[in-house]
């Protein structure tokens, strides 16, 4: 059962909940491959984790000019995403458990995630997570995507919160000023080891500086319901 502590929570889909950075990363390079851009690499994809499908390739087709329209590029990619998404999707063991227990708890949550609703439906499927998460909000409902806190107050108002009372999860810069910005408090995950010391960062109410090597279910609970202080 909630608790007078235990806020509502919103998750960032991919790099927070599961490992879709990966597949993310596969489906561009070989849409850029088509378009003849065929040294694609992984350093180059970082640069754009936690920014929406669409302003990604609105990035890369200026950078490369590619000729195609973006909402072209955009058919593609999610085609080429949601086949090696449906295939093989990790969640990270701990944020798993994380949800699961938030779920026990009654704690009402919420995915809002710059990727599209088809692919964020394909993801939570594909992982099991689907039950826990019934509502989920795609950057390509709102006006803008993150950093913009639009994603992230469409889903409070979805859920029926006040965006204080809602505590984001993020594993990105973009997404942390995003929170910040909606008025959240944010529990940030940095996915990539190297960027935890960008300032966005600071903006946390509490940082995993290590990432998903130190997450666990039961800082983050303890953390969220002020039942503890510290880490285990």
């Known amino acids: 059962m909630t608790t007078a502590h235990t806020p509502f929570v919103v998750f960032d889909l991919d790099g927070t909940l599961v ?14 491959a088509r378009h003849g851009v065929p040294d694609f690499s992984w350093e180059h994809h970082t640069r754009y984790i936690g920014i929406s499908t669409r302003e990604t390739l609105e990035g890369l087709r200026a950078e490369y000019g590619i000729g195609a329209p973006v909402d072209e590029l955009l058919v593609l990619k999610d085609r080429l995403y949601l086949e090696l998404a449906r295939a093989s999707t990790e969640v990270f063991p701990e944020m798993r458990k994380f949800v699961e ?7 009402p949550m919420a995915v809002a995630s710059g990727s599209s609703r088809a692919a964020i439906e394909a993801v939570l499927g594909a992982t099991g997570l689907d039950p826990y998460f019934p509502l989920y909000v795609s950057a390509e409902e709102v006006p803008h995507g993150k950093p913009e806190p639009d ?9 029926g919160a006040d965006p204080a009372d809602c505590v984001v999860l993020e594993d990105a ?3 942390v000023l995003a929170a910040r ?15 935890a010391d960008d300032p966005a960062f600071r903006g946390a109410e ?16 303890a953390w969220l319901t002020g039942t503890e202080h510290g880490r285990e």
């Open 173 to 175: 810069a973009p997404g």
């Open 19 to 32: 490992d879709s950075e990966p597949n993310y990363y596969e489906a561009g390079r070989r849409l850029l």
């Open 101 to 107: 227990l938030l779920y026990a708890q009654g704690v």
């Open 206 to 221: 509490l940082l995993f500086a290590r990432g998903q090597d130190e997450f666990t279910a039961r800082a983050a609970y």
């Open 151 to 159: 994603v992230f107050l469409e889903a409070a108002r979805r859920l």
């Open 181 to 195: 910005a909606a008025g959240m408090r944010c529990v940030a995950v940095p996915y990539v080891a190297g960027t």
